[in-house]
């Protein structure tokens, strides 16, 4: 008999792109862990609604990638949720400029981008790798503030490190595209009186072109050779053993 499966996307009411990296093909013919680890777009001003799900899904740790700027501007996970340690781990210093708008809509662009971090965001991937990779900090969510770019670099990496084909990483990076445009509705209801800038970043928000993914991953690849030669690189290999005995199970 078939097993129900959860839902990839947890509803939120403060939320539109929190999703379980659960299900998903890996390693000697294994699965990746249903509940156990998530990815998100901005966690900082949740409803009371949002928290009775955080605490239905048992998370213990919050991996926020957002720049310093971010997070004094528009806050960080609230601190009187009990239970939940928060982690402030920046994947860059700066964000996307105005320069830099009309070239988001070129996968190659993106891609360069995101492989950026992987040097930018050195010590705070380490980190993070070191933090998930000890099954009493599971489960975690890791977010910034849409939930498409930082955090699509580090899904692909902890999936990749886990086995999960690439062509299944691209495809859990576009599943972003149905939250995207809620939440430029949000950011213009959020920023009214900065309606002009909320439209010019629009094409960032909204750009989530497979080709991007594949070229982070080529990326990847062309620089390390594989995911574990990567893990060897990062001096993480003993976590992403750790992260593949609690995140992975047989099919």
């Known amino acids: 008999m078939a097993v129900a499966q959860p839902p990839r996307h947890v509803e939120f009411e403060t939320c539109c792109n929190f999703r379980?990296?659960?299900?998903?093909?890996?390693?000697?013919?294994?699965?990746?862990?249903?509940?156990?680890?998530?990815?998100?777009?901005g966690l900082?001003?949740?409803?009371?609604?949002?928290?009775?799900?955080?605490?239905?899904?048992?998370?213990?740790?919050?991996?926020?990638?957002?720049t310093e700027l971010e997070v004094e501007s528009r806050g960080r996970f609230p601190e009187d949720v009990e239970g939940v340690a928060y982690h402030h781990l920046p994947l860059t210093d700066t964000l996307p400029g105005a320069e830099d708008v009309p070239d988001w809509g070129q996968p190659s662009f993106v891609a360069r981008r995101y492989a950026s971090y992987l040097d930018g965001g050195g010590a705070s991937l380490r980190a993070a790798l070191d933090l998930l990779g000890d099954p009493g900090n599971l489960p975690a969510v890791f977010h910034c503030s849409v939930g498409k770019d930082r955090t699509g670099v580090l899904a692909a990496v902890v999936l990749g490190l886990l086995g999960v084909p690439d062509e299944v990483i691209v495809e859990d990076y576009v599943l972003s595209s149905v939250a995207m445009a809620r939440i430029l509705e949000r950011l213009q209801e959020e920023y009214r009186d900065a309606a002009e800038t909320v439209a010019r970043f629009a094409p960032v928000i909204l750009s989530v072109e497979p080709a991007s993914m594949e070229g982070f991953l080529e990326a990847v690849h062309g620089r390390f050779g594989s995911f574990d030669a990567m893990a060897e690189a990062l001096g993480r290999t003993a976590a992403v053993e750790r992260l593949r005995g609690d995140l992975l199970e047989p099919a």
């Open 20 to 41: 379980d990296l659960g299900g998903y093909p890996a390693a000697d013919g294994r699965r990746t862990r249903w509940r156990r680890l998530f990815r998100a777009d």
């Open 44 to 66: 900082t001003r949740l409803s009371a609604g949002d928290r009775a799900v955080l605490r239905s899904l048992g998370v213990r740790n919050i991996i926020d990638l957002r």
